[in-house]
């Protein structure tokens, strides 16, 4: 006679409502070049964008009535840098990718990540596809026409 070695029951139903930590699937991104870069609670697709560059803003600290977004980045601190603005200037201490050093990021307050009440993650930076470019990582940009060929 056959020795069992386990016995188990798979049990699956169609008709399942869905969990609370189904629900709360966390989401990754990656750089253009296919490093891990970002691991987030929500969608950045559905979080509010920045006017002034089109950054998506991704809350780090508690407010009153909204709480913090929970992430990981995956980014090394760069120099901060003086951006002019319309009425002003704005200090950034931005983040870049580990592997390639694409800029990703940047706050308003000095590191380390999560210090201040934002994180601003640049558009066109990052994509849920490793190693596929996203589709807005070109906006913006004038349009190369290839037909042209330069002969001398």
Do not use: W
């Not at 002019?84 to 990703?104: A, K, T, W």
């Not at 990540?113 to 990582?137: E, F, H, N």
Request: charged share 20%.
């Amino acid at each position: 006679m056959p020795k069992v070695v386990s016995r188990s029951a798979v049990s699956s139903s169609t008709d399942a409502r869905p969990t609370a930590s189904a629900a709360a699937a966390l989401r990754v991104y990656y750089c253009i070049c296919g490093e891990f870069i970002l691991v987030i609670e929500r969608s950045l697709s559905v979080l509010p964008k920045r006017q002034t560059d089109g950054a998506t803003i991704i809350r780090c600290q508690d407010s009153g009535a909204e709480s913090a977004i929970v992430l990981k980045l995956n980014a090394i601190p760069t120099d901060p840098v003086l951006v002019e603005r319309p009425g002003g200037h704005e200090r950034q201490y931005r983040f870049s990718c580990p592997r390639c050093n694409l800029l990703v990021g940047y706050q308003s307050t000095p590191p380390p990540v999560k210090s201040g009440p934002y994180l601003y993650i640049l558009r066109g930076a990052l994509t849920q596809m490793q190693g596929q470019v996203p589709k807005d990582a070109f906006d913006g940009e004038a349009a190369l026409d290839l037909s042209e060929t330069v002969t001398q």
